[in-house]
């Protein structure tokens, strides 16, 4: 969670200082989502909370979305209903079991519709003990204005270019997305010959430093999600059909190779002669077992 915004949102809630109901303005409304999930868990979390905290249940919970006391509202086809709203009401009618708070996050708070903001208006002007809401929206301007009146505005603004998993799949990523999953293919199935395939596969398709290093994010991200799906952590890896054969990885040799992938990026930052630094990294992959 790499936003200072919503790490002081944690501090204000240990501090008692945190208001009942906030309106999050973001350019990224699911690292958004992802985000204040992390701060749910964050508050919730009943041992010593780390990103990847796999020893409490609540987190647990939190990462399959059955959490009780936290509810996540999205858009019924293009509208936020006014049912949604009632149903939120009714679940927050009475205190959590598991935990000391209920949270509620909406996303895409300008997709609520007169009706169903009429129904939350009320429960925003009797605000009770132990609720906390989040808004999110791509745009204040489009939130009504019933709403926005009531809530504390702040602002999670991502760094556009960093990539993460949905961004993998805009136009602008899917060549270096193919050329990831064929070179996957080529030195986790292939293997007779990762040298030859860092000129086949890499240096011939990409010129630039910057893109085999994007390239790396990309494998990055993919061995990450293979590895939450070996925990049974709540992930994506279905969406990378064509690199299927990861599966077999043991969660060992996954996270061996995720050491070694983000030990390639840092020395890309570097001067190092990037052939010399693609062979070490087939060699270094090639002595992984399992
Ligand atoms: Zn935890």
Known sequence: MALEVFQRLVKYYHENKISHVYLVETNNVDACLNDLKEVSKQIFCTGEYTD???KCNICNL???????????????????????ITDLKRKFSTVPIYTKDNIYIIKRAEAMNGASANTMLKFLEEPEDRIIGFFITSNLNNVLPTIRSRCEIIKA????HELNIDSLFD????????????YLEKIEVEKSNSIMYNKEVVISQITER???????????IIYEEFFK????????????????????????GLL???????????????????????????????????
């Not at 603004?157 to 556009?160: P, Q, R, S, V």
């Not at 910057?210 to 990055?220: H, M, R, S």
């Not at 890309?268 to 270094?284: A, P, R």
């Open 171 to 182: 136009e602008q990523n899917k060549n270096l997305l193919s050329i990831a999953t064929k």
């Open 62 to 84: 939190v990462d399959q979305d059955f959490l009780p006391s936290l509810l996540i509202i999205e858009p019924d086809g293009s509208t936020i209903k006014k049912e949604q």
């Open 210 to 220: 910057e893109d085999v290093k994007k390239l790396f994010q990309i494998i990055l």
């Open 157 to 160: 603004m991502y760094d556009i």
């Open 52 to 54: 990847r905290c796999t």
């Open 256 to 290: 061996e190779r995720i050491k070694l992938v983000t030990t390639f990026l840092d020395d890309i930052t570097s001067n190092v002669n990037l052939e010399l630094l693609l062979d070490k990294f087939v060699i270094e992959l090639s002595d992984i077992n399992g």
């Open 229 to 252: 799906n070996s925990l049974n952590l709540n992930n994506k890896h279905q969406l990378f059909e064509n690199v299927k054969f990861l599966s077999n990885i043991s969660n060992q």
